[in-house]
């Protein structure tokens, strides 16, 4: 029996993990399981005491070598009748393939799924309400939203109950997309119907909104999904000069009371739905049309809009809780403050956001378990734990957690975004495509799906089809800058500058400071990923200038540019410069990117180790242990600094340990490209062109960060295979390195180097 | 009690919490090490390794999350290491002991009716198709998932679907005493 996705997930592992079938990252999946599972452990034990008996069996092995000769000699004279070349290699093989098979059979009636995708597409129905959007007769255009207001405040008030579990707007809005009927407001009862069969609800609340002379009257029927009875209807009026909060609030108690079997509701409080958001309808208009712009990834059209509700109403607390995620560590305090006229579930939010922006995400994680427990379909709370325990390194955790959220709802898109990645990470690209499909199936006219679709084929090498699809993410939002910036980075890896530049000068337009910072920082890759250091160090130089004569505020992406100065100064041999960069950016760090607290230390160490500064070195690295040990996070600099040490040193062996280890807990490019570099070193040349062969696929970000070292990949891979004898692939990569440097400075890096062996390799062939 | 639950306890303070935690890693420890490191007394050394850090380690921080997560990557990290100086985890399934005297004891004694059953469904199911074999063969010359995968033309699932069936079939064949 599955009792939860874990069960299916440990069924289909565990033989594969006892026949050596998985990859690192399944194996360490797998042993994580184990590790606080005892459950697991104790049945993974009987099923090893089974597979010890197979392999170590005198009596069964005998069996096994006598029924392989018999199989060799069929075999062969199947081969000598023309069988396949691959046939020939079975017989002697035999053995092991059978042991094999026969584990498999003492370990059967298991399920091998592969993946562990939700199975089902509905959860139980128990108690599931959807408020369908209120069709506003009296306006149809609903120009001022009330119609819309009224279903979101029915939807948080009757939400207030612990015996109610209702249909989120959010999920509502999603669903009628599907439906295709995206911003339609009048709900008739077949769409009606199809919506709460698709939201899996055992009842539904149809509304509109009328005007009797100057008075506003809501009518309400309930209805049963299954049957399409209708069990009850209400009628309100409001009085004159009775708020909208207040008209919700009469509404609320007349649903409760008309749905049938749940006589506790009847008599559980009923808190006022003002005193849970807040007292202003435009306050509340701007907060829905934020959160809404919020889960389409659109932040900066979500921060004016919760900026607008706070002009109505300055203590909203779900408001500063959206803008402390989306801006600044203020509005926390602000939630905090004003969280008494949250409701009891948002209050969970605020408090665990809290808790994290204060750098404890474990408590954070403790706050929504608890609230997860309280409100066990609160798939946000689920969503939010994912991330939590992503930052904290633990993927199967975080996986769990994002499956859980899609559980409750199969349309919720954020989860499938993230699930994408992590399958990514996994090296499962099978499940990542169907991940990020899904993704774009449920959000089709959004530009983050295609967004992170465009991510994920570079991710995995695909340059030109990640480059159409940033282009459609474009095509649907032309101010997508996330988009816009990796567009112009992948324009740069496929040397189109001129379109890389176009690309970037976009955002040197844009009002958002940050934005035009990180415009000015892509711009100095295209000289720099082309070898012209000199007028990459001038086009910083003079961004400086320009920035402090205009009295351009300082943003964090300066400490970005300051490292990314200190790289060029290394590549140019100006070391004491590119460890006086890299202090500056530290420095900038400090003060303006307070929680990235190892942000580039670890590559200040790489450079002291240049210049001979072992003890400075030794003392930051020391300094990061430390806090590694209040945070994982910080586990790759320290590991990646220990291995600096011991490279600086000429112990490769033990660098490769240490890289290996920051690899593990980061996958950062530089990791790659030290680990790749030690393995050359130590004449390891199957792992240096693995790792090097890794590296020059994946067309990322954080790579054209480092992008000189990206170069240098193309130049050492170049050389791995050359001395493994693979001529044709050695002159391939020096070839790329010299096409790509072909405008470079003289006779930097390796291009001198290049051009000789690739001239040597020429003449020999 | 989980390795969590009982890393929390034994940090309160509670000495039987920390040696029921110890106990709880080495077992894990020498189950993982077995799977991956070939030689017995290999596996020991590693596991023993980690378990002094893990000791060490343990008096000097304060996990606050996952202390579970942290000491597997104590462990894995060993694992790592030692795998990359002795060879791949491939070179587990090449070293494979081709000679009776390297085996180890066994644990436990199969029963031989079992084993004459075996044998002949497996004549059978081999019969029936021959890519349950060649998945099995490619996987024992080292080859992994990705590149039988690649070998054989089939998705990862599809690889695991074909492994699937020819269990499947084998507990038919044992229950029925035939494939069909």
């Not at chain 1, 077949?190 to 055992?202: F, N, P």
């Not at chain 1, 994912?386 to 633990?394: A, I, L, P, Q, V």
């Not at chain 1, 449920?442 to 295609?450: Q, V």
């Not at chain 1, 050492?716 to 010299?738: F, H, I, M, P, T």
């Amino acid at each position: 029996m599955m009792n939860r996705p874990e069960d299916a997930r440990f069924e289909h592992l565990l033989h594969a993990y006892e026949l050596g079938l998985l990859s690192d990252e399944e194996r360490q999946e797998f042993e994580l399981l184990l590790m606080n599972s005892e459950d697991y452990f104790q049945e993974a034990l009987e099923s090893e005491k089974t597979s010890q008996l197979i392999k170590y069996d005198p009596e069964i092995r005998s069996l096994i070598r006598h029924r392989a000769e018999e199989m060799e000699k069929t075999e062969a004279a199947r081969t000598a009748a023309g069988g396949s070349l691959l046939k020939k290699r079975w017989p002697a093989l035999v053995p092991v393939s059978i042991a094999a098979i026969i584990i498999f059979f003492l370990l059967i009636f298991k399920d091998w799924r592969v993946d562990f995708r939700p199975q089902d597409e509905v959860m139980a129905t128990e108690n599931l309400l959807a408020v369908m959007y209120f069709d506003n007769l009296s306006d149809p255009e609903d120009t001022d939203r009330t119609g819309e207001i009224i279903t979101n405040l029915l939807i948080t008030d009757l939400s207030e109950s612990q015996y109610l579990q209702v249909v989120s707007s959010q999920r509502l809005y999603d669903i009628l997309k599907q439906l295709g009927r995206e911003g339609s407001r009048k709900i008739t009862p077949d769409i009606a119907g199809q919506v709460a069969e698709k939201a899996s609800a055992k009842w539904m609340v149809l509304g509109s909104i009328i005007k009797e002379g100057r008075q506003q009257v809501i009518v309400s029927q309930l209805i049963d999904t299954r049957s399409g009875n209708t069990i009850a209807s209400e009628k309100i009026t409001a009085a004159e000069t009775e708020s909208i909060f207040s008209l919700v609030d009469r509404l609320t108690k007349a649903i409760k009371e008309d749905i049938p079997l749940l006589v506790n509701i009847k008599g559980e409080a009923d808190p006022q739905v003002a005193d849970v958001t807040t007292q202003s309808p435009e306050a509340y208009r701007y907060y829905i049309e934020g959160t809404d712009l919020y889960n389409k990834f659109y932040t900066r059209e979500a921060l004016l809009s919760f900026e607008k509700a706070l002009t109505y109403d300055s203590t909203f607390a779900m408001v500063h809780y959206y803008l402390a995620k989306l801006k600044d560590r203020f509005h926390i305090r602000k939630a905090l403050q004003y969280s008494h006229k949250a409701s009891d579930r948002e209050k969970y939010y605020i408090n665990a956001l809290a808790a994290s922006s204060e750098d404890s995400v474990p408590k954070a994680i403790h706050i929504l378990q608890e609230l997860t427990r309280k409100y066990p379909y609160e798939k946000e709370a689920f969503y939010n734990l994912g991330n939590y325990f992503r930052y904290e390194g633990d993927t199967r955790q975080a996986l769990d957690c994002y499956f859980q959220s899609i559980k409750i709802d199969p349309l919720y898109k954020l989860s499938y975004n993230i699930v994408a990645y992590i399958y990514n990470s996994l090296g499962n690209f099978d499940s990542t495509l169907w991940a990020i499909n899904k993704y774009i199936e449920i959000a089709p006219d959004e530009a983050n799906p295609y967004d992170s679709r465009a991510e994920i084929y570079a991710l995995n090498g695909r340059l030109d089809e990640a480059i159409q699809s940033y282009k459609k993410a474009l095509e649907i939002k032309p101010d997508f800058y996330t988009s816009l910036s990796y567009l112009g980075i992948m324009y740069v890896y496929n040397q189109e500058y001129e379109k890389a530049d176009s690309c970037f000068r976009i955002l040197l337009e844009v009002e958002n400071t940050s934005i035009r910072a990180a415009g000015k920082h892509y711009l100095v890759y295209i000289p720099t990923y082309q070898g012209r250091f000199i007028t990459a160090l001038k086009q910083i130089d003079s961004t400086f200038k320009a920035d402090s004569l205009q009295q351009v505020k300082e943003s964090g992406t300066y400490c970005y540019i300051h490292a990314f100065k200190g790289l060029i100064y290394d590549a140019i041999g100006k070391t004491s410069e590119a460890v006086e960069a890299l202090k500056k950016a530290l420095e900038i760090r400090e003060r303006l990117l307070p929680r990235d607290k190892t942000l580039f230390s670890d590559i200040y160490v790489q450079m002291l180790l240049k210049i001979g500064e072992f003890q400075k070195a030794r003392e930051i690295t020391d300094e990061l242990h430390k806090r590694w040990e209040d945070s994982l996070a910080a586990a790759d600099a320290y590991w990646y600094s220990e291995a600096m040490i011991e490279y600086s040193r000429g112990n490769y062996d033990r660098a490769i340990d240490y890289l290996e280890k920051a690899r593990q807990v980061s996958n950062s490019f530089p990791a790659g490209y030290m680990l790749a570099r030690a393995y050359l070193e130590e004449n390891d040349l199957e792992k240096a062109v693995d790792n090097f062969e890794n590296l020059v696929k994946k067309y990322t970000s954080p790579r054209m960060g480092y992008c000189i070292w990206s170069l240098e990949c193309h130049y050492y891979l170049g050389l791995a295979y050359e001395r493994s004898n693979w001529y044709e692939k050695a002159a391939e990569q020096y070839e790329k390195y010299l096409s790509i440097l072909n405008l470079a400075d003289e006779n930097i890096l390796h291009i001198p180097e290049a051009r000789e062996r690739l001239k040597r390799l020429r003449n020999k062939s | 009690m989980t390795i969590d639950e009982l890393y929390t306890e034994a940090k309160k303070g509670d000495l039987k919490a920390r040696d029921e935690l110890f106990k709880a890693l080495l077992a894990r420890f020498r189950y993982f090490a077995h799977q991956k490191i070939w030689d017995p007394d290999d596996a020991e050394d590693v596991v023993q390794d980690a378990l002094i850090v893990i000791n060490r380690e343990y008096d000097r921080i304060d996990i606050k999350v996952s202390f579970h997560l942290w000491a597997y990557k104590v462990f894995d990290m060993r694992v790592l290491g030692y795998v990359q100086k002795k060879g791949t985890s491939r070179a587990r399934y090449l070293r494979y002991p081709e000679n009776e005297s390297d085996f180890q004891e066994p644990l436990v004694k199969i029963q031989p009716e079992i084993k004459v059953k075996l044998l002949d469904c497996l004549n059978r199911i081999l019969k029936a198709n021959s890519r349950y074999a060649r998945i099995l063969n490619f996987q024992y010359q080292g080859f992994s998932t990705e590149e039988i995968c690649e070998k054989l033309k089939v998705t990862r699932n599809n690889c695991y679907s074909i492994l699937s069936r020819a269990r499947s079939l084998l507990a038919l064949c044992l229950k029925k005493g035939d494939i069909k």
